[in-house]
């Protein structure tokens, strides 16, 4: 049974720093794309962030470019979210997700759902001001 289970998230004041990790179990996903997305009440889960296989390349939404950074140890198959300079438009749910077949494309064909098949439960970030 595949899992991927999300933890760090918290609450912190606005420029603070949280480390979000997400541990996969079940499977191995070293030769695939993981993401990260976030979503608040009310809309719908937006993409944050995703890294292709080897970590070499990742790709960002517009309003998280030099806050947040995403990475992976594939020898722990996991995968992290550093988020740096906190804002309270960071609040929301974060998830982390899979692909369930290696296609090794850029981390720039990883910014939809639909991309994903594997998901996590999420973690509350808040970010007060």
């Known amino acids: 049974q595949v899992q991927l289970v999300e933890s760090g998230g918290g609450l912190v004041q606005a420029g603070g720093s949280l480390r979000l990790s997400c541990a996969a179990s079940g499977r191995t996903f070293s030769r695939h794309a993981m993401g990260w997305f976030r979503q608040v009440p009310g809309k719908e889960r937006e993409f944050v962030a995703a890294i292709n296989w080897g970590g070499t390349d990742t790709y960002y939404t517009d309003s998280v470019k030099g806050r947040f950074t995403i990475s992976r140890d594939n020898a722990k198959n996991t995968v992290y979210l550093q988020m740096d300079s906190l804002k309270p438009e960071d609040t929301a749910v974060y998830y982390c997700?899979?692909?369930?077949?290696?296609?090794?494309?850029?981390?720039?064909?990883?910014?939809?759902?639909?991309?994903?098949?594997?998901w996590g439960q999420g973690t509350q970030v808040t970010v007060s001001s």
């Open positions: 997700a899979a692909e369930s077949s290696p296609k090794l494309y850029g981390a720039g064909y990883y910014v939809t759902e639909g991309q994903y098949d594997y």
